[in-house]
C-alpha cells in the first residue's frame, strides 16, 4: 500500500495568494482528517470527514480555509486568501474507523511570505 | 473532554540510557492509548497502542502500559539509540477523534 499521498510536498506563496492542498488517504479508510503543526500550537485538528462527509470542522481558524471531499479517494484544503501566519506544516491522516490507528501522509510545508 | 498530558521536553540522554516519557489522560468511557513518533521531516506514525486496562503496547523496543488506575501511559525503553531521537506523541482516541499531547522531542547523543 502507498499510504497516505500528499501534494505538494513543500509550498511557497505570497501573502493573499490561493493555496490548495491534496491528499489521498489509504484505500478502504473512511475516516480522513486534516491537521496543522507549529511549533508554537503543536498539532492541530483542523477537520474531519467520514465517507466523504465533513463531521467536525470546529478546528479550522477562520473562514479563509476550506476543505472538501468529493470522492473516497481525494481531498483539497484550500487557504484563499493566504497570510503568513498560515505558515505550518499540513498534515493529512485517514483510518478505518474513529478510535483506529491514524495513517498521516508525510506533510505540506507551506510558507506564505 | 477527553485529553491527554505528556510531560514537556526537550529530553536530552546519552546512548544507551533509560527512557521514560510520562503521559497522562482524561477520558469518559474506555478509550484506546497510542504512542505516535515524528522522525525530522516526516508524518506521525505509530510506534505503539494499547486498546484496554493493562494491555501492554510494544514494539521496537519501546514499551507502554495501559494503567487505569492511574490514568497513565507513561513510554519506556531501557537502551535508548541514536537513531531514536525524535519526537514523541500521546494520544487516545475519544468518541470521534483523536486527542493528541503536545510532543515531547527526544535528542540521544553517542
Known amino acids: 500500500d502507498a499510504g497516505v499521498i500528499q501534494s505538494p510536498r513543500h509550498e511557497v506563496t505570497e501573502m493573499g495568494q490561493e493555496v490548495t492542498l491534496r491528499c489521498k488517504p489509504i484505500?478502504?479508510?473512511?475516516?480522513l482528517f486534516w491537521y496543522r503543526q507549529t511549533m508554537m500550537r503543536g498539532l492541530e485538528l483542523l477537520i474531519y470527514f467520514n465517507n466523504n462527509v465533513p463531521i467536525d470542522d470546529s478546528g479550522m481558524p477562520e473562514d479563509r480555509f476550506s476543505a472538501k471531499m468529493p470522492n473516497a479517494s481525494f481531498s483539497t484544503l484550500k487557504i484563499q486568501p493566504s497570510e503568513p501566519r498560515d505558515s505550518a506544516v499540513y498534515f493529512c491522516a485517514s483510518s478505518y474507523a474513529t478510535g483506529q490507528t491514524q495513517y498521516f501522509g508525510p506533510g505540506t510545508r507551506l510558507l506564505v511570505l | 473532554g477527553d485529553s491527554v498530558t505528556q510531560m514537556e521536553g526537550p529530553v536530552t540522554l546519552s546512548e544507551e540510557a533509560f527512557l521514560t516519557i510520562n503521559c497522562t489522560y482524561t477520558a469518559t468511557g474506555y478509550p484506546s492509548l497510542f504512542w505516535y513518533v515524528q522522525y525530522p521531516g516526516e508524518g506521525l506514525q505509530l510506534l505503539l497502542k494499547a486498546t484496554k486496562a493493562d494491555d501492554k503496547g510494544s514494539n521496537k523496543g519501546f514499551e507502554a502500559t495501559y494503567r487505569k488506575e492511574t490514568t497513565s501511559f507513561h513510554l519506556e525503553k531501557g537502551s535508548v539509540q541514536v537513531s531514536d531521537s525524535a519526537v514523541y506523541f500521546c494520544?487516545?482516541?475519544?468518541?470521534?477523534?483523536?486527542?493528541f499531547g503536545a510532543g515531547t522531542r527526544l535528542t540521544v547523543k553517542p
Open positions: 494520544a487516545l482516541s475519544g468518541s470521534n477523534d483523536m486527542r
Open positions: 484505500s478502504g479508510h473512511d475516516y
